[in-house]
Nanobody, 127 residues
Framework: QVQLVESGGGSVQAGGSLRLSCAAS????????MGWFRRAPGKEREFVAA????????SYADSVKGRFTISRDNAKNTVYLQMISLKPEDMAVYYC????????????????????WGQGTQVTVSS
């Protein structure tokens, strides 16, 4: 059974930092594109960042570019999202996702592009 489990969420003040982790189990995702999405209260789930299978290609939403960094450790079957300079508008539930196909790129920004999802981790940013 494939599982994606996010961790690392929490409460921080504006300007603070958090590092989210997404640990995969049930199969290896070392050959698959993975991404992070978020859903703020009252809003739809939106793309945050994605990384290709090797880590050599990444893409970001404009709203987080320069502040968030996605990375992966294929040996640990884990993807990370380092978030700095957090803003109140970054407050949301953050979800990890993975594509089923192999050796694809990082320019996948729609929820329909992903086949597996985690349960999410809450990030709260206070001003």
């Amino acid at each position: 059974q494939v599982q994606l489990v996010e961790s690392g969420g929490g409460s921080v003040q504006a300007g603070g930092s958090l590092r989210l982790s997404c640990a995969a189990s049930g199969r290896t995702f070392s050959t698959n594109t993975m991404g992070w999405f978020r859903r703020a209260p009252g809003k739809e789930r939106e793309f945050v960042a994605a990384i290709n299978w090797s880590g050599g290609s990444t893409s970001y939403a404009d709203s987080v570019k320069g502040r968030f960094t996605i990375s992966r450790d294929n040996a640990k079957n884990t993807v990370y999202l380092q978030m700095i300079s957090l803003k109140p508008e970054d407050m949301a539930v953050y979800y990890c996702a993975a594509r089923r196909d192999y050796y694809s790129g990082s320019n996948y920004r729609q929820t329909r592009d992903y086949d597996y999802w985690g349960q999410g981790t809450q990030v709260t940013v206070s001003s």
